[in-house]
């Protein structure tokens, strides 16, 4: 995709914050009219610069306040291991998030489940998809001080 305008720029930060509004919302808080603004959307939609909207929903009001996130370690470092890993992690939906990490620690897991009973029902899930796994550590979040998914357009 070609470099952003700040128009572009605008919708982005609108659209992240309410993924709700409607194009002629946007097109009114940028200064276009609906048509060229709608095209803008969908211009950033088919470079995938805009990859999906969806709804944030509150994980404590559904019942599963806790937050772990897990580091792993493996020895294991060939394409084999690594897609059933990928698939492994797949597989078990409380695992929201996994990066590849540099240093120590190979991947860093975000884990969100109801209480510790139910994270070791993830761990056992965890250890018995992933062959392989070295060191498998978990700290769990004791507070949320920021959470948010708007990038800094």
Known sequence: MAELDPIDRQILHLIQRDASLSVQEIADQVGLSANPCWRRIKIMEASGLIERRVALVNAAKLGLGVTVFVTIRTDKHNPEWLASFAEGIAA???ILECHRMSGDVDYLLKVV????AHYDR???ALIAKVPGLSDVSSTFS???LK???ALPV
């Open 113 to 116: 489940v109801a209480d510790i």
């Open 92 to 94: 078990i939906p409380e």
């Open 122 to 124: 993830v761990y056992q």
């Open 142 to 144: 004791m507070e949320r």
């Open 147 to 149: 959470a948010g998914t």
